[in-house]
């Protein structure tokens, strides 16, 4: 099983506003850059898809050493809290609906297919990999080129 580390990261002009998302993929000497803007989005949302675009990169089953500066990603899943709101018909603890379903929903067969341990950094700390990550999602909303974030209500 390859082993990969990657860097992720959303960002948002505005929230909601113009977003996109930063990866940087590290394997056996090798890297790779993913990013892409969104018209309208949310700071959490292109979070979660920085997450989708890096997994879904992997062309093999892989071990992966997730880092994001999102505390919302890093507790879902290492608090179990997105199980549970699964399990829960998507509500949270309070009952309310989970947000980001769709998103979740995406995530959740790659979870299957790759082992990831998730590892939260703080963000704007000096961690070029990160910092890299950061540039990639704010120049994915900044060129203009931005798609539908499909599956966003607001």
Same mark, same amino acid.
């Given at each position: 099983?390859?082993?990969? =580390?990657?860097?992720?990261?959303?960002?948002?002009?505005?929230?909601?506003?113009?977003?996109?998302?930063?990866?940087?993929?590290? @394997?056996?000497?090798?890297?790779? !850059?993913?990013?892409?803007?969104?018209?309208?989005?949310?700071?959490?949302?292109? !979070?979660?898809?920085?997450?989708? &675009?890096?997994?879904?990169?992997?062309?093999?089953?892989?071990?992966?050493?997730?880092?994001? #500066?999102?505390?919302?990603? =890093?507790?879902?899943? !290492?608090?179990? @809290?997105?199980?549970? @709101?699964?399990?829960?018909?998507?509500?949270? &603890? #309070?009952?309310?609906?989970?947000?980001?379903?769709?998103?979740?929903?995406?995530?959740?067969?790659?979870?299957?297919?790759?082992?990831?341990?998730?590892?939260?950094?703080?963000?704007?700390?000096? #961690?070029? !990999?990160?910092?890299?990550?950061?540039?990639? &999602?704010?120049?994915?909303?900044? #060129?203009?080129?931005?798609?539908?974030?499909?599956?966003?209500?607001?």
């Amino acid at each position: 099983m390859s082993e990969v =580390v990657a860097y992720t990261d959303g960002a948002c002009s505005g929230n909601p506003g113009p977003g996109g998302y930063g990866v940087v993929l590290l @394997w056996n000497g090798h890297r790779r !850059e993913l990013s892409r803007g969104f018209r309208r989005t949310t700071n959490n949302r292109m !979070e979660i898809r920085a997450v989708i &675009a890096a997994l879904e990169s992997l062309k093999r089953p892989s071990r992966v050493t997730l880092w994001s #500066d999102s505390q919302y990603v =890093v507790h879902a899943i !290492e608090k179990g @809290w997105l199980r549970s @709101w699964q399990r829960n018909g998507w509500r949270k &603890a #309070d009952k309310r609906p989970a947000a980001n379903v769709d998103l979740w929903r995406a995530l959740l067969p790659l979870l299957e297919t790759h082992q990831v341990r998730f590892r939260w950094t703080r963000g704007h700390s000096g #961690d070029p !990999e990160n910092e890299r990550a950061d540039e990639l &999602a704010v120049a994915a909303f900044a #060129d203009g080129e931005l798609a539908e974030d499909e599956g966003f209500a607001g």
